[in-house]
């Protein structure tokens, strides 16, 4: 995958760099690591120049980000209020308010998970569908999401630059570290599960 993601960049520059990274945001197995940081080395050999290949790749994160969110805003409360009153969610024992708590507290809390969240591998794409979902407003949801990946953007496609023909080391120090931050949130993800069930099993067994 790496040689053909390569090759796109170097036949389309700019508009190569956008499209992969708004794939890069939809599909987040593609790995952002080695567009970004090829995307840098690429400045020190073709009239492509750092400020450039940023802003490219933020348009395309944006992109990617934009179709997450309409994804999630095709989930209306009336589409997750059937959810929750059927057999789904009866037998996760689920209730509208519930719910409607999770969307407030996204609301409230919305615009710094948005951020934070874009540095965060496989998170970093999916955050913008729980923002549809909570209709989270458009301005600060695209300024949260611009900021962010913006930042994260600049940090690879520097490094890129900086490291030069060495670039695929610099990916690798992203790819170590993306593998890591998966492994954390596996772990989380089964913490929180395993408490879920609990609380669930001690709510049912005290009614």
Not at 64 to 85: C, D, P, T
Not at 133 to 146: D, R, S, V, Y
Request: glycine share 8%; charged share 10%.
């Amino acid at each position: 995958m790496n040689d053909l993601l390569v090759e796109i960049l170097n036949t389309y520059g700019y508009l190569g760099i956008a499209f992969l990274i708004m794939i890069e945001n939809v599909f987040p197995p593609i790995p952002s690591e080695v567009i970004l940081t090829f995307s840098g080395f690429m400045t020190t050999f073709t009239q492509m120049n750092l400020p450039g290949v940023v802003a490219s790749a933020t348009v395309g994160s944006l992109a990617g980000a934009i179709l997450l969110y309409e994804l999630g805003s095709i989930l209306s409360m009336e589409k997750i209020k059937s959810l929750v009153n059927g057999p789904v969610g009866k037998a996760l024992h689920l209730n509208i308010s519930d719910i409607e708590k999770s969307i407030n507290w996204f609301d409230s809390k919305g615009n710094y998970t948005v951020f934070l969240c874009r540095f965060i591998p496989i998170v970093r794409s999916l955050i913008s569908i729980p923002a549809g979902i909570a209709q989270m407003n458009l301005g600060p949801f695209f300024l949260m999401t611009t900021l962010g990946s913006l930042i994260w953007n600049f940090i690879l496609i520097f490094l890129g630059a900086a490291a030069g023909s060495s670039w695929q080391k610099a990916a690798q120090y992203f790819r170590n570290y993306s593998q890591a931050a998966k492994l954390v949130l596996i772990l989380f993800s089964i913490t929180g599960l395993l408490l879920f069930l609990g609380h669930q099993l001690k709510k049912k067994t005290s009614t």
